[in-house]
């Protein structure tokens, strides 16, 4: 069977890799790493189809030690204890490189059974994963490591690559390729970072190519309808979307409505409208707060109106909603106030009820001295009698600090008012 192009014109040298110029042009750390031939424990991290396997193998050629070979959603760990086995022979003399794609899909167990070997460097781990290696990798395993973090490849990156891989087409097919404009550019763009689908893109198109004078002739029309769509890089379990609610919620918590919009375009495209809303229903209250109290009552019924709509007519009141929030005065006294508030109480900083506001409706609370005292703030002027409400030990604590909004600084001169008199 013949292997698929992308691994046809998978590159040789590091020299010859697109993108990741971060860690791998001259001079760069990974790239020192790699030419000094000492090659450490590490971990690549990044999403599929930007060279970790490449960059891999490439280490592997250019050492003299065994490589080997697995992939963390099949392995065992009896084929771990297997490569083990190896260290012992003649062949894993110079000892082992160890190549374990997609690592987070191993237990605790199975990445444990490794440390022994890679501690004293029988083994030399090269792991990749997609996932965030510190939130899916053992400790153990990271500390023994280094974590390169390799990025999604802009389209201008890809576009050498798509025109190679055109050109290697046309040589093994013996025939001359032609391209309408825009074709490399619009599969470059398509394909969101994603180099190994820009060139599975190139083989499909050459593939179901028009014949013209003996020629192939790729349309930008069948380019447009071959490009795998992948430029939303989106998983709603996986890194990627906290990395978008958090550029979500930080966008509009900086009151920056363009930003904001662009990561709820994402979220919509995904069709995630799910956890955008619930993120709005946050920031509402968190970041907005008591700035502009109608804001969370305006959400909410933005929101709603969005699940009962359902894509694509939902995306209508989410741009209401987030244009709302990012255009409002800002406060975070409330979140503030409830987590000093819980502070207290997980660090035993209470006390107990004073007994004048304890519950006095049952008989004999008044022998207990329940509810004694009390003074019913209605039957005073401005509904206001001052009295001690929280615990002895506490008393005087203040939780809530007035915002600096033109809501809370008018919430506080009526506060001001009613206490002086």
Do not use: W
């Not at 990156?157 to 050109?167: K, L």
């Amino acid at each position: 069977m013949t292997a698929p192009l992308a691994d046809r014109i998978r590159p040789k040298t590091l020299d010859d890799i697109v993108g990741q110029k971060h860690i791998l042009g001259a001079e760069k750390p990974l790239y020192r790493i790699i030419k000094s031939g000492n090659i450490p424990n590490m971990i690549f991290y990044g999403s599929s189809g930007i060279g970790k396997t490449t960059v891999a193998r490439i280490i592997a050629d250019n050492t003299n030690k065994k490589m080997f070979r697995l992939n963390g959603t099949s392995a065992s760990v009896g084929d771990i204890k297997d490569i083990i086995g190896e260290t012992d022979t003649i062949d894993g003399f110079n000892g082992i490189l160890l190549y374990l794609d997609e690592i987070q899909y191993l237990n605790k167990k199975q990445q444990q059974s490794l440390l022994e070997y890679i501690e004293n460097g029988r083994i030399t781990l090269i792991s990749s994963t997609t996932e965030n290696p510190y939130f899916y990798v053992y400790n153990a395993i990271i500390s023994r490591s280094t974590v390169f973090e390799f990025l999604p490849v802009s389209f201008e990156e890809i576009i050498p690559a798509v025109e190679r891989a055109f050109q290697l087409m046309g040589e093994e097919l013996d025939t001359e390729i032609l391209l309408e404009n825009g074709v490399a550019e619009h599969i470059s763009r398509g394909c969101g970072g994603d180099v190994r689908k820009s060139i599975n893109t190139v083989e499909l198109c050459v593939l179901s190519a028009d014949s013209l004078n003996g020629k192939l002739l790729v349309t930008l029309k069948a380019a447009s309808q071959l490009t795998q769509r992948s430029n939303m890089r989106y998983n709603r379990d996986g890194d990627q979307h906290y990395d978008i609610l958090s550029a979500f919620q930080k966008s509009i918590r900086g009151s920056d409505e363009n930003a904001a919009l662009h990561y709820a375009a994402r979220l919509i495209e995904a069709g995630d409208i799910i956890s955008l809303s619930r993120r709005l229903l946050v920031i509402a209250s968190e970041d907005i707060g008591l700035a502009y109290p109608q804001a969370v009552s305006i959400v909410k019924a933005c929101v709603d109106s969005a699940m009962q709509l359902g894509l694509p007519e939902a995306r209508i009141p989410l741009s209401q909603a987030v244009i709302l929030l990012c255009t409002s005065p800002k406060s975070n006294s409330a979140i503030c106030a409830i987590d000093d508030a819980i502070s207290d109480i997980k660090s035993g900083n209470t006390g107990d009820v004073p007994d004048s506001i304890k519950d006095g409706h049952y008989s004999g609370a008044k022998k207990l001295g329940k509810s004694i005292g009390y003074q019913y703030p209605h039957n005073f002027p401005n509904s206001y009698i001052k009295q001690q409400y929280l615990p002895d030990k506490i008393k005087d604590k203040v939780y809530y600090k007035f915002g600096e909004n033109k809501a809370e600084q008018s919430a506080l001169q009526y506060r001001r008012k009613i206490t002086s008199e």
